[in-house]
């Protein structure tokens, strides 16, 4: 017994047989969140999420001395988001730090084995920089600070190169409306490449 075939009386499909004449064509939408809930899936969305957004702003890397470039942060933007769980009720902050960066010839240290080492484990450089973000009020008191990581990178050849860090912060939650600017500070050695 097989399958019935709707175009032949009593015929049977065979595996591996392909049978199809309608013609699919698809079209690419370009819609906002606020226009296709209600439009595709009839819900309005009823929630206020607090956000504050700082930036973009530029930056360019100097060595210590301040003569010479090590690279440059364009586009560096800040954002925080106070959110609420609707089944639980519990209140978050997500952080994201986001940035392009581009070299000058230089760059993070990556791990590899410094020159005239006789060590392997103290003869290397660290990976990557440690960075924070410091959060203040409008008259420049600290009300929070995120240790973002010793992740910060920037390597040889980057042109523009998108980063992106976060954090959701779930303990300490009473500094968001006191926040009215940053500052961002970014700890260690660059080598040139």
Known sequence: MGLEDEGREGGLVTPGEHRGSAVVKFELLKLEAKTALPTFWHVEPKTQMPIKTFGPHHAQLRYSDGDEDIGRLDDI??????????????????????????????????????????????????????????????AGGLVHDWYVGQDFELDCGWNRRHCLHGRIETNILDWFDAVERYEWEIRGLFYRC
């Open 77 to 138: 933007t800040v954002t925080l988001m106070r959110l609420k769980n609707p089944n639980t009720g519990a209140v978050s902050i997500q952080m994201s730090l986001e940035y392009l960066a581009t070299s000058n010839g230089s760059r993070t240290p990556d791990g590899r084995t410094l020159p005239g080492s006789t060590s392997s484990l103290y003869g290397r450089e660290a990976y990557r920089l440690k960075h924070w973000i410091y959060f203040r009020t409008a």
